[in-house]
Every structure is written in structure tokens, then in C-alpha cells.
């Protein structure tokens, strides 16, 4: 989205109240110049320049306001009332000042803060309840009442206009956090199980480094082409937040259940021992599920990486009937064998959660009875 044209600009939405805010200006001055008994006018409708200056005086007092009115409702709404009262007081035309008064009773609801806003309610209500009042009494005249209803009318579009404009700021809040969710579970998808892979091998080559030179060097090799990948993958990532035209998540290939044999053998590298079972009989799936079914593998193998490097693990793919099971178990690590965790964010399996919800599936992630840790999945697979 386009914020600013050039520099100096405003952004189109204020440009457009700017406009706006000086048409109406505009229309209520229009409205009342004719009011004001100019002195070449002819005899009976002109006045004493003290009375020309006060009618300039009222007539920017009930115009002028508006050009700020968004900011300061009150203002412009109690300047217009006050105008129509004098006016009508002392007997004046007051169309001019009873149409500001009903541009500044919507300005209350649309522009208000949450206590005008609230007063402009108990106002409409007033104005309703006033007009059927007189309308009751009036026997059926209904001049008397227009007054009382374009008032009620005029606040209940103000306040319609700030429900929309609620609606519209909620909606679009809504949409940025989705947004947020979805390249902070992208981001951890791909980053966290990079970096726990360079982890693990770096500890390798760290204790290779000691017996075998030779075994160090193809680990630091394996460590240096991981991170190129996840490099590539995190400028993928970067580039869809800063909404660069050329980079888009949904642009660029997203992995697939056929990309899990080369993630197990990452695994494998990374010194897992791990083996995968694929069970039924393959059917097209949405891009989606296979992403959520790939992150899924992705998240059950760096959880496994972290905690259980030296256990077994294994994943089972499970096509069946409309639904994609899938299974990421690691055993216990063997007796005697000391490991140092490394230490992740827990908003991992949070994420697989919010994935699979999204597709209308479920995902259970904790400890096996026998005291492994597994993580399943069901993804509907169906229109």
C-alpha cells in the first residue's frame, strides 16, 4: 500500500478529509453570505456597518469551525448551536446557522471522543422522543417537528459513520495480526530448525575437531550449506514484510510432502536417527496441507534435534480416507547418555496448532507413555 505520494504530502485518507473539511466550509460560508444585509443593498435590507460586522462575525463563527471539526467536534457543534440561538433570538434568517448546527450534531457522532459520543446518543434519543412529542400535540403539524427530527437524523448518521469507521480500523487490525501470526510462524518454521540443525553440528565438529580432523571439516561443509539455505529462506521471508514487489511468500515455491525425504536426511546429517514410513495410497493435496503437513515434519524434527539427538525417531505419512495423518516420535535418549538441550521459544507447536485450525484440522503434541514425546497431526485433505 502506497503511503506517500511525495514528499511533503499528506496520505490520500487525510487528503481527502482536508478536502472534505473545506467543501463543507465552504457550503455553510455560501449559505450564509447571502444573509448578511450588505450596505448597497436596497433600503430595508441593508444595515449600520456595526450590524454588517456582527453578522460577518457570526456567520465565521458557524463556518469557520468545521475546517477543524474532526479534531475538535464540540467546538464546531457548540459554536453553530450558539449562532442558531442568537439568530433566532433576534429574529434573523436561521437556515444558514441551523444547517451548521446539523453538520456539527454529525461531527458529535462521527468525530467525537467515546464520552461525546455517548452524549450524542442521549441526544438523538432526546430529539426522537421531543419530535413525537410535538408531532402528538400538534395535531398532526409536522413543520413544527422537522426541526427535532433532521437534528436526530443528523446525529444518528455521525454516529453510524464512527461505527463503520470502528468496524472498518477493527477489521483491518484483525488482518495486520493475522499477517503478524502468519510470518512469525514462518519465521520460526524455517529459522528454528536451521538453526538448531547448525547447533547440533557444530557440537560435532567440535568434538570431531579433537579426533578426526577430516570428519570435522565435512560437518563444518554440512553446517555452512544449511545456513546458505536458511539465509535464502529468512531474505524470502524479509522481503514479503517489507512488501517488496518482487517478494512474496505465495510467490515463491513452498515445500511440498515431496521435499520430506531431503528434510529427513538434513535430519540425518545433523545426527538424528531417523526413519520415514509413508503408508496408503498418495492423492492430490492443497498447497496448503502440504505446507502445514511439511512444517509439521519440520517442527516434530527440531524439537527431536534439540532434546532427543541421540534417540531413534521416526515419521509416518498416513494418507487416509480424507485426511493426512502424520506422526514425529522420538524415543527416550539411551541411559548414560549426557545431552545439553538446546533451548527453543515454545511457540513452535503453538504455531503447528494455529496451522492446522486454520484447515480445519488438530494437532496433540506431548509425552509417550513410555516416556518419548510425539507429535501428530490430522489434516483434511477434501474441497
Given at each position: 500500500?502506497?503511503?506517500?505520494?511525495?514528499?511533503?504530502?499528506?496520505?490520500?485518507?487525510?487528503?481527502?478529509?482536508?478536502?472534505?473539511?473545506?467543501?463543507?466550509?465552504?457550503?455553510?460560508?455560501?449559505?450564509?453570505?447571502?444573509?448578511?444585509?450588505?450596505?448597497?443593498?436596497?433600503?430595508?435590507?441593508?444595515?449600520?456597518?456595526?450590524?454588517?460586522?456582527?453578522?460577518?462575525?457570526?456567520?465565521?463563527?458557524?463556518?469557520?469551525?468545521?475546517?477543524?471539526?474532526?479534531?475538535?467536534?464540540?467546538?464546531?457543534?457548540?459554536?453553530?448551536?450558539?449562532?442558531?440561538?442568537?439568530?433566532?433570538?433576534?429574529?434573523?434568517?436561521?437556515?444558514?446557522?441551523?444547517?451548521?448546527?446539523?453538520?456539527?450534531?454529525?461531527?458529535?457522532?462521527?468525530?467525537?471522543?467515546?464520552?461525546?459520543?455517548?452524549?450524542?446518543?442521549?441526544?438523538?434519543?432526546?430529539?426522537?422522543?421531543?419530535?413525537?412529542?410535538?408531532?402528538?400535540?400538534?395535531?398532526?403539524?409536522?413543520?413544527?417537528?422537522?426541526?427535532?427530527?433532521?437534528?436526530?437524523?443528523?446525529?444518528?448518521?455521525?454516529?453510524?459513520?464512527?461505527?463503520?469507521?470502528?468496524?472498518?480500523?477493527a477489521s483491518a487490525r484483525l488482518a495486520h495480526d493475522a499477517e503478524r501470526s502468519r510470518f512469525?510462524?514462518?519465521?520460526?518454521?524455517?529459522?528454528?530448525?536451521?538453526?538448531?540443525?547448525?547447533?547440533?553440528?557444530?557440537?560435532?565438529?567440535?568434538?570431531?575437531?579433537?579426533?578426526?580432523?577430516?570428519?570435522?571439516?565435512?560437518?563444518?561443509?554440512?553446517?555452512?550449506?544449511?545456513?546458505?539455505?536458511?539465509?535464502?529462506?529468512?531474505?524470502?521471508?524479509?522481503?514479503?514484510?517489507?512488501?517488496?514487489?518482487?517478494?512474496?511468500?505465495?510467490?515463491?515455491?513452498?515445500?511440498?510432502?515431496?521435499?520430506?525425504?531431503?528434510?529427513?536426511?538434513?535430519?540425518?546429517?545433523?545426527?538424528?536417527?531417523?526413519?520415514?514410513?509413508?503408508?496408503?495410497?498418495?492423492?492430490?493435496?492443497?498447497?496448503?496441507?502440504?505446507?502445514?503437513?511439511?512444517?509439521?515434519?519440520?517442527?516434530?524434527?527440531?524439537?527431536?534435534?534439540?532434546?532427543?539427538?541421540?534417540?531413534?525417531?521416526?515419521?509416518?505419512?498416513?494418507?487416509?480416507?480424507?485426511?493426512?495423518?502424520?506422526?514425529?516420535?522420538?524415543?527416550?535418549?539411551?541411559?548414560?547418555?549426557?545431552?545439553?538441550?538446546?533451548?527453543?521459544?515454545?511457540?513452535?507447536?503453538?504455531?503447528?496448532?494455529?496451522?492446522?485450525?486454520?484447515?480445519?484440522?488438530?494437532?496433540?503434541?506431548?509425552?509417550?507413555?513410555?516416556?518419548?514425546?510425539?507429535?501428530?497431526?490430522?489434516?483434511?485433505?477434501?474441497?
Amino acid at each position: 500500500m502506497e503511503a506517500w505520494r511525495a514528499p511533503g504530502w499528506w496520505p490520500a485518507p487525510a487528503r481527502r478529509a482536508r478536502v472534505t473539511d473545506r467543501l463543507v466550509t465552504a457550503v455553510l460560508l455560501a449559505w450564509a453570505i447571502p444573509d448578511i444585509p450588505w450596505w448597497w443593498r436596497q433600503a430595508g435590507h441593508s444595515a449600520s456597518t456595526p450590524a454588517i460586522l456582527g453578522y460577518l462575525v457570526l456567520m465565521l463563527a458557524q463556518s469557520l469551525p468545521f475546517l477543524w471539526w474532526r479534531r475538535l467536534p464540540l467546538v464546531a457543534a457548540g459554536l453553530a448551536a450558539a449562532v442558531f440561538a442568537v439568530r433566532t433570538g433576534l429574529s434573523h434568517n436561521p437556515y444558514s446557522a441551523a444547517a451548521a448546527t446539523a453538520a456539527g450534531a454529525f461531527g458529535l457522532g462521527a468525530w467525537g471522543g467515546p464520552r461525546t459520543r455517548l452524549a450524542a446518543r442521549v441526544l438523538t434519543g432526546a430529539a426522537v422522543a421531543a419530535a413525537v412529542i410535538v408531532l402528538l400535540t400538534s395535531q398532526g403539524s409536522r413543520v413544527q417537528a422537522l426541526p427535532l427530527a433532521l437534528l436526530a437524523t443528523a446525529l444518528g448518521l455521525g454516529e453510524v459513520t464512527a461505527a463503520n469507521r470502528d468496524a472498518a480500523a477493527a477489521s483491518a487490525r484483525l488482518a495486520h495480526d493475522a499477517e503478524r501470526s502468519r510470518f512469525a510462524r514462518e519465521l520460526h518454521d524455517v529459522i528454528a530448525h536451521q538453526l538448531s540443525a547448525i547447533a547440533v553440528q557444530a557440537g560435532a565438529a567440535r568434538m570431531a575437531s579433537q579426533r578426526d580432523p577430516a570428519v570435522a571439516v565435512r560437518t563444518v561443509s554440512g553446517i555452512e550449506d544449511v545456513a546458505r539455505h536458511g539465509l535464502i529462506e529468512l531474505n524470502r521471508i524479509m522481503g514479503a514484510m517489507r512488501r517488496d514487489e518482487h517478494e512474496h511468500l505465495d510467490r515463491h515455491p513452498q515445500p511440498r510432502l515431496r521435499d520430506l525425504p531431503d528434510l529427513v536426511e538434513g535430519a540425518r546429517e545433523a545426527g538424528l536417527k531417523v526413519r520415514l514410513a509413508v503408508t496408503g495410497s498418495p492423492v492430490p493435496l492443497p498447497a496448503a496441507v502440504e505446507v502445514a503437513a511439511y512444517r509439521v515434519v519440520q517442527e516434530g524434527l527440531t524439537n527431536a534435534l534439540r532434546y532427543a539427538r541421540s534417540a531413534p525417531a521416526s515419521v509416518a505419512v498416513s494418507y487416509l480416507d480424507g485426511e493426512l495423518g502424520l506422526a514425529v516420535e522420538n524415543d527416550l535418549p539411551p541411559r548414560g547418555v549426557g545431552e545439553r538441550p538446546i533451548c527453543g521459544g515454545g511457540r513452535g507447536l503453538q504455531g503447528l496448532a494455529e496451522r492446522a485450525q486454520l484447515l480445519g484440522g488438530r494437532l496433540q503434541a506431548g509425552p509417550r507413555p513410555d516416556g518419548g514425546f510425539a507429535v501428530r497431526a490430522r489434516l483434511p485433505v477434501g474441497p
